[in-house]
């Protein structure tokens, strides 16, 4: 049904671009003047050093954006994501183009997610609570202690070396992604264990892109990236009004047990 999996797509992206599973582009974004720095940070290492010490650093980089408010840029086939997100208070709100189509509009405040689309939910927002999934669904894309699932996704990781002054390349297993399961990783095949992907870390420490070339898997499916920037970006995403607003239903087909 489109309206089921038009709701999976929106959180799905949502998710993906708080998890950090993607990045465009170069050396990253910059700090914006007043944003908000941890005195104790260190500096992203300026050496090529050991597989470890690339892997640590990036693990590092992607715990680093649970400290700031930051904005955000997606973009994979068909697709622009534009947005930002506050970790310390759970806030998200993104626009996506979808090439041509009307384009998606997603907000999350802490477990109440909001979503959009004028050819599929009219003029309304549609409702949905996000804990009446997160067990089954890995929707809580920003959980304690680990915004984005971050530690997680770099856990994922098969091999990195450091190619420069805060940039990095690898591969990384898609089939161990947050969310994944034995459906999935059959689709994806075995090219899904080792796809490839580059990274920056900004002086600051802070992972401002990642890029995974999906290709591998899928000639059509092209890279997925994200960049992050203008760290300490004011944030205030607000609930669409109360009259419009539409709950989703009871049961969302295609989500696990519906």
């Given at each position: 049904?489109?309206?089921?999996?038009?709701?999976?797509?929106?959180?799905?992206?949502?998710?993906?671009a708080?998890?950090?599973?993607?990045?465009?582009?170069?050396?990253?974004?910059?700090?914006?003047?007043?944003?908000?720095?941890?005195?104790t940070?260190?500096?992203?290492?300026?050496?090529?050093?050991?597989?470890?010490d690339?892997?640590?650093?990036?693990?590092?980089?992607a715990?680093?954006?649970?400290?700031q408010?930051?904005?955000?840029?997606?973009?994979?086939?068909?697709?622009?994501?534009?947005?930002?997100?506050?970790?310390?208070?759970?806030?998200?709100?993104?626009?996506?183009?979808?090439?041509?189509?009307q384009?998606?509009?997603?907000?999350?405040?802490?477990?109440?997610f909001?979503?959009?689309?004028?050819?599929?939910?009219?003029?309304?927002?549609?409702?949905?609570?996000?804990?009446?999934y997160s067990?089954?669904a890995n929707?809580?894309?920003?959980?304690?202690?680990?915004?984005?699932?971050?530690?997680?996704?770099?856990?994922?990781?098969?091999?990195?070396e450091?190619t420069?002054?805060?940039?990095?390349?690898?591969?990384?297993?898609?089939?161990?992604?947050?969310?994944?399961?034995?459906?999935?990783?059959?689709?994806?095949?075995?090219g899904?264990?080792?796809?490839?992907?580059?990274?920056?870390?900004?002086?600051?420490?802070?992972?401002?892109s990642?890029?995974?070339?999906?290709s591998?898997?899928?000639s059509?499916?092209?890279?997925?990236?994200?960049?992050?920037?203008?760290?300490?970006?004011?944030?205030?995403?607000?609930?669409?009004?109360?009259?419009?607003?539409?709950?989703?239903?009871?049961?969302?087909?295609?989500?696990?047990?519906?």
């Amino acid at each position: 049904m489109r309206y089921g999996r038009m709701t999976r797509t929106g959180i799905a992206l949502l998710a993906t671009a708080a998890i950090g599973v993607a990045g465009c582009g170069s050396n990253g974004g910059s700090a914006s003047p007043d944003a908000t720095l941890d005195p104790t940070s260190s500096a992203a290492p300026t050496g090529t050093g050991s597989a470890a010490d690339a892997r640590e650093a990036l693990a590092a980089a992607a715990m680093k954006l649970g400290e700031q408010s930051v904005r955000v840029k997606m973009t994979t086939t068909g697709m622009t994501g534009t947005g930002v997100m506050d970790p310390k208070t759970r806030m998200v709100e993104m626009t996506m183009d979808m090439g041509g189509q009307q384009n998606m509009e997603l907000r999350a405040l802490g477990d109440d997610f909001y979503m959009r689309m004028p050819g599929l939910t009219g003029d309304k927002w549609m409702h949905i609570d996000i804990t009446k999934y997160s067990d089954s669904a890995n929707l809580n894309f920003m959980p304690d202690g680990d915004p984005g699932s971050a530690a997680k996704t770099m856990e994922n990781i098969v091999d990195v070396e450091q190619t420069g002054d805060g940039r990095y390349a690898g591969t990384i297993d898609m089939t161990k992604a947050e969310g994944a399961n034995a459906a999935a990783a059959a689709l994806l095949g075995d090219g899904a264990r080792a796809v490839p992907f580059t990274a920056s870390v900004d002086p600051q420490g802070r992972l401002t892109s990642f890029e995974v070339d999906m290709s591998v898997v899928n000639s059509a499916a092209g890279k997925v990236s994200t960049t992050y920037s203008d760290f300490g970006v004011a944030v205030n995403v607000q609930r669409p009004p109360a009259d419009q607003v539409q709950e989703a239903p009871s049961t969302i087909p295609g989500f696990p047990g519906n």
